[in-house]
C-alpha cells in the first residue's frame, strides 16, 4: 500500500507565497521521480512542474516557470513545491503524484499514485 500525502495548501492573498509539501508512506519517494498537478473544479488536471528522482532535473509549466520551484529532500523523503508571486488563477486544488518512468511527461494518465490534494486559495 503507497499513500501519497500533501500539506501546506491555505489562503494567502495575491503576491504571497505559499510552500507545499510532499511525502509518502510504502515507498521511498528518493527512488520515483515526482510531479505536482493542479486541477479547478470541473476541469482536467493540468501539470504544474516536475522533478526527477535525484533532483538534477525539473521542468514547469510556462505558466509557473519564475515563480515556483520544484525541490526534494530526498533523505527526508519529501517534495516540496515552492510558490512566489501567487496569482488569483493559480488557486486550485493541488497534487502530488509520482512518476514510475522519470518521463516529465505533462499527461496526469502516466502518473501512478496520488494524493488527495491540499487547496490553495488566492485572494485578489
Known amino acids: 500500500q503507497v499513500e501519497v500525502v500533501e500539506s501546506g495548501g491555505g489562503l494567502v492573498q495575491a503576491g504571497g507565497s505559499l510552500r507545499l509539501s510532499c511525502t509518502a508512506s510504502g515507498r521511498s519517494f528518493s527512488r520515483f521521480a515526482t510531479a505536482w498537478f493542479r486541477q479547478a473544479p470541473g476541469e482536467e488536471r493540468e501539470f504544474v512542474a516536475h522533478i526527477s528522482w535525484s533532483g538534477a532535473s525539473t521542468h514547469y509549466a510556462d505558466s509557473v516557470k519564475g515563480r515556483f520551484t520544484i525541490s526534494r529532500d530526498n533523505a527526508e523523503n519529501t517534495v516540496h513545491l515552492q510558490m512566489n508571486s501567487l496569482k488569483p488563477e493559480d488557486a486550485d486544488d493541488y497534487y502530488c503524484?509520482?512518476?514510475?518512468?522519470?518521463?516529465?511527461?505533462?499527461?496526469?494518465?502516466?502518473?501512478?499514485?496520488w494524493g488527495q490534494g491540499t487547496q490553495v486559495t488566492v485572494s485578489s
Open positions: 503524484t509520482t512518476d514510475p518512468w522519470d518521463r516529465a511527461t505533462i499527461q496526469s494518465c502516466e502518473y501512478d499514485y
